[in-house]
């Protein structure tokens, strides 16, 4: 099983600032077709989480461009270029590569 | 436009059996690809995932339940089903089903999730 692990656990961001979190996976999630099977979920409060970034950098569909997702291999990151209101709840990383899928512990994002 | 939704009992005794049925539109279990997850997250902590089945029947369970779950579709009525054996209280849990699209491997829609409360 992939153990994932993200960090910070929360942030709290002025609007207007920029903001950053880490994933780490215990395996690579780099497939052979050169794609890295990793998702980001956002969870408003209250609400079921949705699909922000798959593939590790490409934007689901509706996703504002503020946010974007990178790395390889066992590290990504999600950056938020400058952080709205709108954007505070609890952000998953999941690999997609195998089953069982695995997500982070999860980041809790409040707004200053 | 992708929608699903949850269906099933709110409280559950320990030692019963959990059924939970997914319901959704905007697409097919038939088509080459797709398939349903379901996902649960316990108040107030992280979500996990439980279970997975394809179009093509091929089904995957998460090792840590896989002796008390079982997955199955129902193409004509264009419902998952998910059951889950002796329930227990750290089994409470909002248990979501999530749409997986043929181009990846995401849960690109989710349900709005139904709570389920395991006491006797």
């Known amino acids: 099983e992939i153990v994932m692990t993200q960090s910070p656990l929360s942030l709290s961001v002025t609007p207007g600032e920029p903001a950053s979190i880490s994933c780490w996976s215990s395996?690579?999630?780099?497939?052979?077709?050169?794609?890295?099977?990793l998702d980001w979920y956002l969870q408003k409060p209250g609400q079921s989480p949705q699909l922000l970034i798959f593939?590790?950098?490409d934007r689901a569909s509706g996703v504002p461009d503020r946010f974007s997702g990178g790395g390889s291999g066992t590290y990504f990151t999600l950056k938020i270029s400058r952080v709205a209101t709108e954007d505070i709840g609890v952000y998953y990383c999941m690999q997609a590569l195998q089953t069982p899928r695995t997500f982070g512990q999860g980041t809790r994002l409040e707004i200053k | 436009q992708i929608t699903l939704r949850e269906s099933g009992p709110t409280l559950v005794r320990p030692t019963q059996t959990l059924t939970l049925t997914c319901t959704f539109s905007g697409f097919s279990l038939t088509t080459g690809g797709v398939g349903v997850g379901w996902i649960r997250q316990p108040p107030g902590k992280a979500l996990e995932w439980l279970a997975l089945i394809y179009w093509s029947d091929d089904k995957r369970y998460s090792p840590a339940l896989e002796s008390r779950l079982t997955i199955t579709k129902d193409t004509s009525r264009n419902q998952v089903v998910l059951t889950m054996t002796n329930m227990d209280p750290v089994d409470t849990a909002t248990y979501y089903c999530a749409h997986i699209p043929t181009v990846t491997t995401s849960f690109d829609s989710w349900g709005q999730g139904a709570l389920v409360t395991v006491s006797s």
């Open positions: 593939l590790a950098s």
């Open positions: 395996q690579s999630l780099l497939h052979t077709n050169g794609r890295n099977y």
